[in-house]
């Protein structure tokens, strides 16, 4: 499990009680279903998640504050069609599937 080896390649976590850990465990994998569900991503009939859309929202995600501060007006319009764009780019790709 992902959340163990955290613990394990951590030593500065090592000193901390069971519960503490699970603790720590219960806030990241709540922080982390928060994440996912703020990027309002959709599932198709089956409940399937496409890969694109997902890293779409993570890049946008990531990225998202660094353009925001730095660009223009200008700059942001342009953002905009082109993510636009993308997420039509996106439909037409899990239409055809």
């Given amino acids: 499990m992902i959340f163990l080896d955290f613990f394990a390649t951590n030593p500065h ?3 901390y009680s069971k519960e503490i850990k699970q603790r720590i465990l219960l806030k990241l994998k709540k922080n982390a279903a928060i994440s996912i ?3 309002n991503l959709y599932s198709d ?3 399937y998640l496409y ?3 997902v890293l779409f929202a993570c890049m946008k995600r990531a990225y998202y504050e660094d353009i925001n501060e730095n660009a223009s007006s200008i700059g942001l319009a ?3 069609l082109e993510e636009e764009k993308n997420l039509k780019k ?3 790709m899990k239409q055809k599937v």
Avoid: V
């Fill in 90 to 92: 996106l439909s037409r």
């Fill in 45 to 47: 009939d089956k409940g």
């Fill in 37 to 39: 569900m703020n990027m």
């Fill in 13 to 15: 976590l090592a000193k």
């Fill in 51 to 53: 890969f694109n859309e």
């Fill in 78 to 80: 342009i953002l905009k």
